[in-house]
């Protein structure tokens, strides 16, 4: 039976959990999505700025600030003024924001260890390529990143 593009994307958002309203439960915190991929980048990126963040998310910095003033308030980001230019502002992760950080990936790398399983190296291979082949075609889409509509 063959599946349309969008049908494929929509099955695997649900069953990659995309659609939930949190992403996991580490402690006795509750992170969404959103600041599952805020926390990854701050930990990737080497101390952004909250502009740097919000890009590579493709974000608009107002919900973006909204998002980091709730990672502040669990104690698990911090925003540090840059000395040259206070209107731009750094962010790191506390102790805190490293475990979680730390145990999301951990979460994230077992369960694709354990979907992989099912395949052999070459279906594996395939599917690496695949996705990288998606998301640089994606890149070079005019519609990428912006809100359809």
Do not use: W
């Amino acid at each position: 039976m063959e599946h349309e593009p969008r049908e494929l994307l929509q099955i695997m958002a649900r069953r990659f959990g995309l659609l939930n309203k949190n992403c996991c439960s580490i402690g006795n915190n509750d992170i969404s999505l959103i600041q599952s991929h805020i926390l990854y980048e701050i930990a990737r990126q080497h101390q952004p700025s909250m502009q740097q963040v919000a890009d590579t998310l493709g974000m608009d910095i107002t919900t973006f600030s909204r998002q980091v003033q709730t990672l502040i308030k669990k104690k698990l980001v911090k925003k540090t003024p840059l000395p040259e230019d206070r209107r731009v502002y750094i962010l790191s992760l506390t102790v805190e924001g490293t475990f979680v950080t730390g145990a999301i990936d951990q979460m994230m790398n077992d369960y694709l260890e354990e979907v992989f399983s099912f395949m052999n190296d070459f279906e594996k291979e395939t599917v690496m390529r695949s996705l990288k082949l998606l998301n640089d075609s994606m890149l070079k889409s005019k519609m990428c990143c912006t809100p359809m509509g």
